[in-house]
Nanobody
Framework: QVQLVESGGGLVQAGGSLRLSCAAS????????MDWFRQAPGKEREFVGA????????KYSDSVKGRFTISRDNAKNTVYLQMNSLKPEDTAVYYC????????????????WGKGTLVTVSS
């Protein structure tokens, strides 16, 4: 069982930066790949990016590639989402999720979810 808690959301102006954190409980954190998803009002939850269990591999959606960076610290049981050059269209609730398979990147494929943190980007 893995419990996930996101933090770091808030209000930021367009062009600004935020760093989200996702703290995990459980000794098995380091065996899971970690994904970030987001959900804007009235839209489906969408994949943002993922990092494999060791942190050696990452991948991103085209909409955030080059602006967002995922990292993890297995000693601290934490995964991060660094968001730069934020745009109003990045406004959403951001969720972290744990999955055993790094190559699964759909919302339905995740094993555990956090409750999300709201990011609002003003123009």
């Amino acid at each position: 069982q893995v419990q996930l808690v996101e933090s770091g959301g808030g209000l930021v102006q367009a062009g600004g930066s935020l760093r989200l954190s996702c703290a995990a409980s459980g000794r098995t954190f380091k065996t899971y790949a970690m994904d970030w998803f987001r959900q804007a009002p009235g839209k489906e939850r969408e994949f943002v990016g993922a990092i494999n269990y060791s942190g050696g591999f990452t991948k991103y959606s085209d909409s955030v590639k080059g602006r967002f960076t995922i990292s993890r610290d297995n000693a601290k049981n934490t995964v991060y989402l660094q968001m730069n050059s934020l745009k109003p269209e990045d406004t959403a609730v951001y969720y972290c999720a744990a999955v055993t398979d790094y190559y699964k990147n759909t919302a339905s494929g995740m094993d555990y979810w956090g409750k999300g943190t709201l990011v609002t980007v003003s123009s």
